[in-house]
């Protein structure tokens, strides 16, 4: 038993962080850390300088253009690169859509696609969900009619995150009424330019805009962007749901925010003489939450273990995302709280990146009320964490 | 004991109900906030129409002379419609100190507040005070008959577009309260937007100039006047929190029978069940608290009231932070769009935690409130015979914690 980064993987590590210190453009790295805004072009500024590494998703086979790491790796890259503040490499892309393309894609698919998603040409986004259609995802509604060589594809997606940036989606479409509901549903990837397809913004509870509605009217997409086999459809999205695992857990990302709420409790007066984080009340929530991101790290570490014995993913990955949702709620949920009466401060105005004015509270505090009221979500999306449970009952303790 | 309200109450509460359901919707309150005032004119007549501007001022002063269920009662109505207009600020809080304190010149105000004239609000908090009610730093010094106040406010509820501010300061005898006209010189006021749509400010002080008169009650005496108002304030919060509590309840229960997936109503599963039962529970506690906070508004020790004040902000608080978070849940990505009345409420419920101190504070308060007396009987013990020694009050602390 060793529950170390070999020398090796702490080398790579060094390597990562020079890199990024090295590479991450100031003002996209100050957005990040400053909640501001960020815009496509930073995105995908930062994916561009990540392909010169060839980073953008080194997991991925050879043939393909990767680098067949292992996710012990990835997990560095990913950390370090959170902890720096660059950008989230987002998954639609790099880790949804292209294991799909490259298990159950033509070639000619292969061919075209997964090169435009390591260099940042096509943003990708994910098409599964609709207004009827969420935990109980088989029952999605939007059809797609064969006329010829094309799909004639009519209905409505929603959440849809950064479609508004995208320009392909990949969509679960119903192809079939016949049988169980699984049973008839097919996978398109449509260009998002396509005729017919109308994006509409939905605002959410942090007034920001960072989902979707997507409609689509009389969409024609060419039947050489289905994969696999017509009415296949759900065995892939299955696949890819087992893909997104480490991912989930958002170590980095919590490592970043654990590090940030420290800074502001210590930069925040308790009102009695001395910062906050030196009030015992306080100080020992931050360490419990602190206790829980350590013990994720290892269960992480663990699974990483468990996939390299077993070549297979297994029900874990909901056990990672369960705790790792938790614990950025928490995370945000504190630094919220650090704030006091600051915590009420909304600026929207103060978050883009024109903004040249002064903004008003503790120095630390722009953004963080904000994340506190997005992260709801990260224990909706991706499979609500009821689902999770459900799924770790079932799966994992056989109930 | 009798938990009944009386027949005005009720009345009071059915037409509030009724004006606010028909005209305070959801779209009417986004545009109040847009609008970044705070205050929608219209809305605040209909108020004063409706007699609640009054109900924290006697008779003789033209108000109509409520008592805190009476408070209890709207501050319920306008969570319930998520109200944001300074009804918390003008109304119970601010009136209360001049009903309380104010010379017969400054309560010639009061008139005006019951008739909608004359908006209010305290300007007490500092940027590094964090609720703590002792820490003030900004300062009033006496030059010839008049007074000069420099220092910052800030997080001032209402404060910009209020027409007369309280505002606290240190002079040589202690803190001491001013009443101040909205719009005065050397004295700059930032409107800034909060996240549940109210209006805050940031006040700053350069040598602002008022006559002696400005002095709410004794110079030094503004301390026990600044923390009876904020016990007004928490037991509003708490009824505000319950009232929205209940929308949010009554909104989540009706997405649980109508939405569905896998082919049945959400609300049959299990796992959702006793989520929506553990929100009733907490939903009713924190009822329970609030209807104790303004019960204690009125006792004489100050003691009794710190710790019923506290422990009915902190509970309160818990609450409104399960009932929040749990109720966005439920309703899955409708619950983090800004469609939906449900993550209102949410923000709404989860400010009203960070307004007159939060979880944290208030249990340090109760548990110093606990910790005081305790001593003070033990004393009592110590020097008084057998047969006039007094009962040693419930030690109990809380154990329970947040739960996160
Ligand atoms: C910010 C955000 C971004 C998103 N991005 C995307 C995206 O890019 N692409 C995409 O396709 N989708 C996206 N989604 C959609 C997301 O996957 C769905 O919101 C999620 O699957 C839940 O579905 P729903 O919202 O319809 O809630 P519902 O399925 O209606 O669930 C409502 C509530 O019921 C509970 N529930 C449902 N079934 C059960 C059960 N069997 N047992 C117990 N409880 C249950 C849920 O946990 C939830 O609490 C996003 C969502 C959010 C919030």
Known sequence: ?399 | MDFTFTEEQVQIRDSLRRFLTETYTLDRRRAIARAGTGCDPEIWRQFAELGILGLGIPQPLGGIGGDAFDALVVMEELGRALVIEPYLSTALVCAGILVRAGSPAQQQLLAGVATGENRLALAHDEPDSRWRLDAVATRATRKGASWVLNGRKAMVPDGAGADHLVISARTESGVSLFLVPGASEHMTRTALMSHDGSSVAEITLEGLRVPADALIGVEGGGLPLVEAASHVAVAGLCSEAVGAMDALLALTLAYVKTRRQFGVPIGSFQALQHRMADMLLHAELARSMSYLASAKLGVRSVGERRRAISAAKFLVGRSARLVGQEAVQIHGGMGVSEELATSHYFKRLTLINASFGDMDHHLEQFAAATTAELHSAALTTIHSTPATRRSVPDSRSPQARPGR
């Open chain 1, 1 to 399: 038993m060793d529950l170390n980064f070999s020398a090796e993987e702490e080398r790579f590590r060094s390597e990562v962080r020079a890199f990024v210190a090295a590479k991450l453009p100031a003002a996209i790295r100050d957005k990040v850390l400053g909640h501001k805004r960020l815009e496509r072009e930073d995105f995908l500024t930062w994916v561009r300088i990540l392909n010169t590494r060839g980073w953008v998703a080194p997991s991925w086979p050879r043939r393909f253009g990767g680098q067949e790491w292992d996710p012990a790796r990835q997990l560095i890259l990913e950390e370090e690169c959170a902890l720096a503040g660059a950008p989230p490499v987002l998954s639609f892309g790099p880790r949804m859509v292209a294991p799909v393309i490259m298990t159950f894609g033509n070639q000619a698919q292969q061919e075209y696609f997964l090169p435009r998603i390591l260099n940042g040409e096509h943003w990708w986004c994910q098409g599964y969900s609709e207004p009827g259609a969420g935990s109980d995802l088989a029952s999605l509604k939007t059809r797609a009619e064969r006329r010829g060589d094309t799909y004639v594809v009519n209905g409505q997606k929603t959440w849809t995150t950064l479609a508004q940036y995208a320009d392909w989606i990949f969509c679960l479409v119903r192809t079939s009424q016949e049988g169980r509901p699984q049973a008839g549903i097919s996978f398109l990837l449509i260009d998002m330019k396509s005729p017919g397809i109308t994006v509409r913004p939905i605002v959410m509870l942090d007034g920001e805009h960072e989902i979707n509605e997507v409609w689509f009217d009389n969409v024609e997409v060419p039947v050489a962007n289905r994969i696999g086999e017509e009415n296949a459809g759900w065995t892939y999205a299955k696949f890819l749901l087992g893909h997104e695992r480490v991912s989930n857990a958002a170590l980095g990302p919590s490592k970043r925010a654990l590090r940030e709420l420290k800074a502001i409790a210590a930069a925040t007066p308790s009102g009695g003489g001395r910062p906050l984080i030196e009030v015992p009340r306080f100080r020992d929530r931050i360490a419990e939450v602190e206790i829980d991101l350590m013990a994720l790290e290892v269960m992480v570490l663990r699974v990483i273990a468990m996939d390299r014995e077993r070549h297979t993913p297994g029900p874990e990955a909901s056990l990672l995302k369960l705790q790792g949702s938790q614990i950025q709620q928490a995370i945000s949920a504190l630094a919220m709280e650090a704030l006091g009466p600051y915590a009420a401060l909304h600026q929207p105005l103060a978050l883009s990146a024109g903004w040249t004015g002064s903004s008003a509270g503790p120095p630390l505090g722009l953004g963080i009320t904000g994340r506190y009221f997005n992260y709801r979500k990260v224990s909706i999306y991706a499979g609500s964490n009821e689902i999770q449970r459900n799924i770790i009952a079932r799966h994992m303790l056989g109930l």
